[in-house]
């Protein structure tokens, strides 16, 4: 995932919890843009109006990605 | 002026009773970075702004207001039939005994809304980059509420809210570019 991005905290050996791992961290298409060009492809304005973007190169679903500890 | 259309800009459906999301859901109703301060942001940087921008403030101000709404539904729906029992067991017993299930403006933690949350420097660039982080907060803090849900309907809401705080904030990228005046320019070397 182009947008997903995440990195290793430091955990110590006298830290209380397990360590969680990768820490993440989403930089999503719009960053990359700046200004968005003319013309691009788009969804059905059905699709849009579901997703929240006519653009599928700004569409960016969002999921938790980290595991579940209970 | 406004036209209100009455239903929502996308429907709020919630699957599973739960109170508690009610109380992290109240961070975007009343919070800092919520709805409700994003609203009266760009509406009141308007009436300063070069003529180019106003009318991206306008909107997206006005749909903030949309998204104030949807976040309104959700609460409400999350706490309507909530025994003040239940509303305890959420962590919901001060604001019970502060408002009973009434919506109010504060935020996760219960701090009433306050107008020093939003700025009004009055120098564009200052303004525009105050709002992009705005709605990157605001993107941020939908992926922490999504992450805490497990209710699917609740999140489907929560995405799409997430999507409109990525487009609204390229567009405010965008504002700044044309502020810049130098998109239309040949460059030479
Ligand atoms: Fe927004």
């Not at chain 2, 009343?30 to 509406?43: T, V």
């Not at chain 2, 709404?69 to 003040?84: Q, R, S, V």
């Not at chain 2, 305890?88 to 935020?107: I, Q, V």
Request: charged share 25%; glycine share 4%; net charge negative.
């Amino acid at each position: 995932m182009k947008y997903v991005k995440s990195y290793v905290p430091y955990h110590s050996p006298f830290d209380p919890c397990p360590p969680i791992g990768k820490k993440y961290y989403r930089t999503p298409p719009h960053l990359y843009m700046t200004f968005q060009p003319y013309n691009l492809p788009q969804f059905s304005p059905q699709e849009a109006l579901k997703k929240g973007t006519l653009w599928p190169a700004l569409y960016d679903y969002y999921e938790n990605p980290y595991d579940r500890r209970s | 002026m406004w036209i209100y259309e009455k239903k929502l800009q996308y429907p709020v459906k919630v699957s599973t009773c739960n109170p508690r999301l009610a109380k992290f859901l109240v961070e975007q109703y009343g919070g800092a970075d919520g709805e409700l301060a994003a609203a009266l942001r760009y509406l009141n940087q308007r009436y300063t702004i070069p003529d180019k921008v106003i009318g991206l403030l306008t909107d997206i101000g006005t749909e903030e207001f949309a998204h104030l709404e949807m976040i309104a539904t959700m609460i409400y729906k999350l706490t309507k039939d909530a025994t003040p029992q239940q509303m305890r067991d959420a962590g919901l017993d001060a604001h019970y005994a502060n408002h009973d299930s009434a919506l109010f403006y504060h935020n996760a933690d219960g701090v009433p809304f306050t107008a020093a949350y939003i700025q009004a420097k009055g120098d564009p660039i200052a303004d525009l980059y105050e709002d992009i982080a705005a709605e990157e907060k605001a993107r941020a803090t939908y992926q922490w509420l999504i992450d805490m849900s497990d209710d699917p309907d609740l999140n489907d809401g929560l995405r799409f809210l997430r999507e409109r705080e990525i487009i609204h904030s390229l567009r405010f990228r965008e504002a700044v570019e044309i502020l810049k005046q130098e998109r239309d320019q040949k460059v030479f070397f």
